[in-house]
């Protein structure tokens, strides 16, 4: 039988290939399943504070490869290597944490009103959790999701993106090194078709995806039709309200580090810049400044500021985006240079009309657009304006803006004089409306627990005497 292999290719160098793998059709997604239930007996047996150690040795391995991991980070997903280097020490950091949480009370005691019943709750594990994740934050996101599921007694079989599998390998390889057992974590290739297998099998109890909106809503209709739990995390369209009263160096540098940091494939990354009043001109100018000024080069390069786009593909996307914006009578304020060879997709700062279709789309690359506005209402309903609610920020001295925006700006992360893009790896994280799914949010042990195990209530009484 034919295999159908999926080819990773450096997004900086197009004719380098950095690796291939084959991909899993329903059947090998099936066989991953059923060895992962297997696994999850003895993996549950073990108890949590022996799982703990065998992550916390798994952070340590991770943590030992961590160069090498950061090095094939750049190189199939394009990101620099400051950045790279970055998401791995976050990834091992969040693994310590979930692995910290062994020791944690996992129920509660309660009265009973039958003399000697005692009357408690426990957690115990849902049992194979399928973590599908995007290639963005290729190390993070599977950090999140894969480590409290083991934690708390899980089996994973986890699909990575097809855009970087060698690295999802080399991470999986790390952790079995560690002394994760056989079949406890597995890893299947594959695009929709593998995804769809695994969120479609009986063995799986609940998935957790973070990617787009239009894949996220079709994995809940067929697990929910099943009865199976789901956590999405989805895209964004982050708003930047820049007020008057600040200064528009500072202001342009949170708005374009948001909007140009990770070449702009973030789901916080900021896309629209909201000028409050008069503070429209100087900030326009020092946002064209600044991104004038930004170099673009392969992200191996220490100079570089910002990488390619992870694939031509997504670079063609990128580029339609903006050209269907120009045809709907956007303006190009501002384009840094691009390198020619690579998936390179210059930033861009774009000004215009807010009905702009850019304006309200999320589109994964480094283009921001700048609008101005009268007021901070006009502000946040401007921002409030598109179907995502995933994050968002104001910059001001003014603290009753402040608590006005966190109040009224439909996002499910709020900032305050910061860029909409960055979160602490152990704060709940997720978004309102399209951007989400209601389900316990990721990343805080507390909230995400409760996706990851299910809660008995246990009476136990005495036999009489
Ligand atoms: P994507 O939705 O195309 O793919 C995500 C994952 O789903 C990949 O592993 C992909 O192979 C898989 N997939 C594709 N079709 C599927 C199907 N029919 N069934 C099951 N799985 C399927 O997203 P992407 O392009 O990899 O990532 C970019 C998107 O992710 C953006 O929309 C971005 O905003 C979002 N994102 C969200 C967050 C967040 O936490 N909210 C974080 C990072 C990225």
Same mark, same amino acid.
Request: contains cysteine; aromatic residues 4%; hydrophobic residues 45%.
């Given at each position: 039988?034919?295999?159908?292999?999926?080819?990773?290719?450096?997004?900086?160098?197009?004719?380098?290939?950095?690796?291939?793998?084959?991909?899993?059709? !329903?059947? !090998?997604?099936?066989?991953?399943? &059923?060895?992962?239930?297997?696994?999850?007996?003895?993996?549950?047996?073990?108890?949590?504070?022996?799982?703990?150690?065998?992550?916390?040795?798994?952070?340590?391995?991770?943590?030992?490869?961590?160069?090498?991991? !950061?090095?094939?980070?750049?190189?199939?997903?394009?990101?620099?290597?400051?950045?790279?280097?970055?998401?791995?020490?976050?990834?091992?950091?969040?693994?310590?944490?979930?692995?910290?949480?062994?020791?944690?009370?996992?129920?509660?005691?309660?009265?009973?009103?039958?003399?000697?019943?005692?009357?408690?709750?426990?957690?115990?594990?849902?049992?194979?959790?399928?973590?599908?994740?995007?290639?963005?934050?290729?190390?993070?996101?599977?950090?999140?999701? *894969?480590?409290?599921?083991?934690?708390?007694?899980?089996?994973?079989?986890?699909?990575?993106?097809?855009?970087?599998?060698?690295?999802?390998?080399?991470?999986?390889?790390?952790?079995?090194?560690?002394?994760?057992?056989?079949?406890?974590?597995?890893? +299947?290739?594959?695009?929709?078709?593998?995804?769809?297998?695994?969120?479609?099998?009986?063995?799986?109890?609940? +998935?957790?995806?973070?990617?787009?909106?239009?894949?996220?809503?079709?994995?809940?209709?067929?697990?929910?039709?099943?009865?199976?739990? *789901?956590?999405?995390?989805?895209?964004?369209?982050?708003?930047?309200?820049?007020?008057?009263?600040?200064?528009?160096?500072?202001? !342009?540098?949170?708005?374009?580090?948001?909007?140009?940091?990770?070449?702009?494939?973030?789901?916080?990354?900021?896309?629209?810049?909201?000028?409050?009043?008069?503070?429209?001109?100087?900030?326009?100018?020092?946002?064209?400044?600044?991104?004038?000024?930004?170099?673009?080069?392969?992200?191996?390069?220490?100079?570089?500021?910002?990488?390619?786009?992870?694939?031509?593909?997504?670079?063609?996307?990128?580029?339609?985006? *903006?050209?269907?914006?120009?045809?709907?009578?956007?303006?190009?304020?501002?384009?840094?240079?691009?390198?020619?060879?690579?998936?390179?997709?210059?930033?861009?700062?774009?000004?215009?009309?807010?009905?702009?279709?850019?304006?309200?789309?999320?589109?994964?690359?480094?283009?921001?657009?700048?609008?101005?506005?009268?007021?901070?209402?006009?502000?946040?309903?401007?921002?409030?304006?598109?179907?995502?609610?995933?994050?968002?920020?104001?910059?001001?001295?003014?603290?009753?803006?402040?608590?006005?925006?966190?109040?009224?700006?439909?996002?499910? +992360?709020?900032?305050?004089?910061?860029?909409?893009?960055?979160?602490?790896?152990?704060?709940?994280?997720?978004?309102?409306?399209?951007?989400?799914?209601?389900?316990?949010?990721?990343?805080?042990? &507390?909230?995400?627990?409760?996706?990851?195990?299910?809660?008995?209530?246990?009476?136990?009484?005495?036999?009489?005497?």
């Amino acid at each position: 039988m034919h295999e159908l292999m999926i080819q990773s290719i450096n997004p900086a160098q197009l004719d380098e290939i950095v690796g291939e793998v084959v991909a899993d059709d !329903a059947a !090998a997604v099936g066989a991953a399943v &059923e060895r992962a239930r297997a696994a999850q007996i003895g993996w549950r047996e073990l108890g949590i504070i022996r799982r703990g150690r065998i992550l916390r040795a798994c952070a340590d391995e991770v943590a030992r490869r961590a160069e090498d991991l !950061a090095r094939l980070m750049t190189l199939e997903e394009g990101k620099t290597i400051g950045e790279a280097r970055g998401e791995l020490e976050g990834a091992v950091e969040t693994m310590h944490y979930h692995a910290g949480h062994a020791r944690d009370a996992d129920g509660r005691t309660f009265p009973s009103s039958t003399p000697d019943e005692l009357v408690r709750t426990l957690r115990v594990p849902v049992g194979v959790v399928a973590a599908i994740t995007p290639w963005n934050f290729p190390v993070q996101i599977p950090a999140w999701k *894969v480590a409290p599921a083991l934690l708390w007694g899980n089996a994973v079989v986890w699909k990575p993106s097809t855009e970087t599998p060698m690295l999802s390998q080399a991470l999986a390889d790390a952790l079995a090194a560690a002394g994760l057992p056989d079949g406890v974590l597995e890893l +299947v290739h594959g695009d929709a078709e593998a995804g769809q297998a695994l969120v479609s099998h009986p063995g799986v109890d609940a +998935v957790t995806f973070t990617g787009s909106v239009p894949v996220g809503r079709s994995i809940a209709a067929i697990t929910s039709a099943r009865g199976a739990k *789901v956590q999405l995390e989805l895209g964004g369209h982050n708003a930047a309200i820049v007020c008057g009263d600040v200064d528009p160096v500072w202001a !342009a540098s949170i708005v374009v580090g948001g909007a140009m940091g990770g070449t702009g494939q973030k789901c916080t990354a900021t896309r629209r810049a909201v000028a409050v009043g008069d503070a429209y001109e100087p900030l326009l100018s020092e946002i064209i400044r600044q991104t004038e000024a930004l170099v673009v080069g392969d992200g191996m390069d220490p100079a570089t500021q910002i990488g390619p786009l992870v694939s031509e593909r997504a670079k063609a996307d990128v580029a339609a985006a *903006v050209n269907a914006a120009l045809a709907e009578g956007a303006q190009i304020a501002a384009q840094a240079q691009a390198p020619a060879g690579g998936a390179y997709y210059p930033p861009t700062i774009l000004t215009g009309d807010s009905g702009l279709v850019i304006c309200r789309e999320e589109v994964f690359g480094p283009v921001l657009t700048v609008l101005g506005v009268d007021t901070v209402d006009d502000a946040i309903a401007l921002a409030n304006s598109t179907p995502f609610g995933l994050s968002a920020t104001v910059l001001t001295h003014d603290e009753r803006t402040i608590r006005r925006c966190i109040e009224r700006l439909d996002a499910g +992360v709020v900032k305050a004089n910061a860029p909409t893009t960055g979160t602490e790896l152990h704060v709940p994280f997720g978004g309102l409306k399209d951007s989400t799914y209601p389900a316990p949010r990721e990343q805080n042990a &507390e909230t995400v627990v409760d996706f990851l195990t299910w809660t008995k209530s246990a009476y136990t009484r005495l036999v009489p005497e």
